[in-house]
T-cell receptor, first 114, second 112 residues
Framework: KQEVTQIPAALSVPEGENLVLNCSFTDSAIYNLQWFRQDPGKGLTSLLLIQSSQREQTSGRLNASLDKSSGRSTLYIAASQPGDSATYLCAVHSFSNTGNQFYFGTGTSLTVIP | SAVISQKPSRDICQRGTSLTIQCQVDSQVTMMFWYRQQPGQSLTLIATANQGSEATYESGFVIDKFPISRPNLTFSTLTVSNMSPEDSSIYLC?????????FGQGTRLTVV
């Protein structure tokens, strides 16, 4: 069964700093990997989707990389802002006994201090 | 992207009662899922909602407790039955189009 781990669990940085969030997974046979943002008590907002054949994706100040062979992905946030404060979740789209499934990490809670 | 409308957004319910959560997607999607997110934890898949047939439940979840319907490609409901305080969670509807997943805004359920 796919297991997804995110490090660190929580991160607090001053505004303007660049930061990296880490995601690791145990089974490299994946369809894709997706990064989400979740504000407190809310649903998930998709940030970036990386297909298994891709190495990275960029959107604005966000850059996500994927190294499938080592089971790792990183989310890089440039010039962080207080509005970036949220929980960031990594989800791996992978095989399961019941079909295709998304496996979620436990998230990194980010606080950007003004 | 797909827009997913989920309602209610929140509810406070008495133990022993049932709540039905609705999920409407703005266009046809490949698959629909229901997740539970308990306080401070990540998402746990409850079941895959199959169109016109019984949902596929994950280990630890049963149809009697969480009946699911999906009468067409864009609509699904999840019922939380005979609720107890342990059912207090955020319930999330998700849909996939191709390889990408989209989520509703969630239903925050509190059982008292």
């Amino acid at each position: 069964k796919q297991e997804v781990t995110q490090i660190p669990a929580a991160l607090s940085v001053p505004e303007g700093e660049n930061l990296v969030l880490n995601c690791s997974f145990t089974d490299s046979a994946i369809y894709n990997l997706q990064w989400f943002r979740q504000d407190p008590g809310k649903g998930l907002t998709s940030l970036l989707l990386i297909q298994s054949s891709q190495r990275e994706q960029t959107s604005g100040r966000l850059n996500a990389s994927l190294d499938k062979s080592s089971g790792r992905s990183t989310l890089y946030i440039a010039a962080s802002q207080p509005g970036d404060s949220a929980t960031y979740l990594c989800a791996v789209h992978s095989f399961s006994n019941t079909g295709n499934q998304f496996y979620f990490g436990t998230g990194t809670s980010l606080t950007v201090i003004p | 992207s797909a827009v997913i409308s989920q309602k209610p957004s929140r509810d406070i319910c008495q133990r022993g009662t049932s709540l039905t959560i609705q999920c409407q997607v703005d266009s046809q999607v490949t698959m629909m899922f229901w997740y539970r997110q308990q306080p401070g934890q990540s998402l746990t898949l409850i079941a895959t909602a199959n169109q016109g047939s019984e949902a596929t439940y994950e280990s630890g979840f049963v149809i009697d407790k969480f009946p699911i319907s999906r009468p067409n490609l864009t609509f699904s409901t999840l019922t939380v039955s005979n609720m107890s305080p342990e059912d207090s969670s955020i319930y999330l509807c998700s849909a996939t189009r191709g390889a990408e997943a989209f989520f509703g805004q969630g239903t925050r359920l509190t059982v008292v």
